[in-house]
C-alpha cells in the first residue's frame, strides 16, 4: 500500500516581501501570498489526504485554509510546532539591508545561510532539523498506523529538513533548496 505527503509551503509574507527575518514572528500573508494559497489548493485539488498539519503561526494556517476548502475528506487539523520556521532569534523583525549593514555581507550570509551557525539567540537549521526529523519520525509511525495521507502547511527552513530526509539530499544540497510558496512536493510512504 502506498500513502502519500503532499508538503508545501505557507504563501508569501509581508516580511517575506521587505526582506525581514521572520522567524517566530506572526507576519501575515500579502495579497500575492493568497494567491499563492489558492494556487496550492488549486494544484492539490484532486489529491485526497485525511489529516492535515500546521504550526501556530497564521501564515501556515492561513495557507491550509483554501487548500481545506477542496478537501472534505480531512477530519483531522493538528497544530505541530516541531515543524515551525526557523528562530531567528535577535535578527527577528529586523530588515536584512539593516543586518548587512551592521554587521556586514559575510556574517549577514553566515547567519542566514549557514547549517550549523545559528544567529544571536536563534536556531541554526542543524537545530531546526532535529525538531523536524523527530516530527517525521512520529509523522511515519502515524501514517503507518492509521493507514492516512497527509498535507503539511509547512515553512521555508522546516521544508529542507523534510526534503532532505525523503529526496536524500546531502547538507550542502538541503542548503541550496529554494521553496516555492504555490506548489508542492508529493512524497510517497509505502506500507
Request: glycine share 4%.
Amino acid at each position: 500500500m502506498k500513502l502519500h505527503i503532499y508538503l508545501f509551503r505557507h504563501g508569501q509574507t509581508y516580511f517575506n516581501r521587505d526582506k525581514r527575518f521572520t522567524g517566530w514572528k506572526d507576519s501575515k500573508l500579502t495579497p500575492k501570498g493568497i494567491k499563492d494559497a489558492k494556487k496550492v489548493a488549486k494544484k492539490l485539488k484532486n489529491k485526497r489526504f485525511q489529516v492535515a498539519y500546521k504550526t501556530r503561526l497564521s501564515r501556515s494556517k492561513d495557507t491550509l485554509k483554501p487548500v481545506l476548502e477542496y478537501h472534505p475528506e480531512c477530519k483531522k487539523v493538528i497544530t505541530d510546532n516541531r515543524m515551525i520556521e526557523r528562530c531567528y532569534g535577535r535578527l527577528q523583525g529586523h530588515y536584512h539591508k539593516t543586518i548587512i549593514e551592521k554587521h556586514g555581507k559575510k556574517q549577514f550570509d553566515i547567519w542566514h545561510r549557514s547549517y550549523d551557525v545559528p544567529p544571536p539567540k536563534g536556531e541554526s537549521v542543524k537545530m531546526v532539523e532535529k525538531r523536524v526529523n523527530s516530527f517525521i519520525k512520529d509523522l511515519l509511525k502515524k501514517m503507518k498506523k492509521e493507514k492516512v495521507n497527509v498535507a503539511i502547511s509547512a515553512h521555508g527552513n522546516s521544508m529542507r529538513p523534510f526534503r532532505k530526509h525523503f529526496e536524500k539530499l546531502s547538507i550542502k544540497q538541503m542548503m541550496k533548496l529554494e521553496n516555492p510558496w504555490d506548489d508542492y512536493f508529493e512524497y510517497v510512504v509505502k506500507v
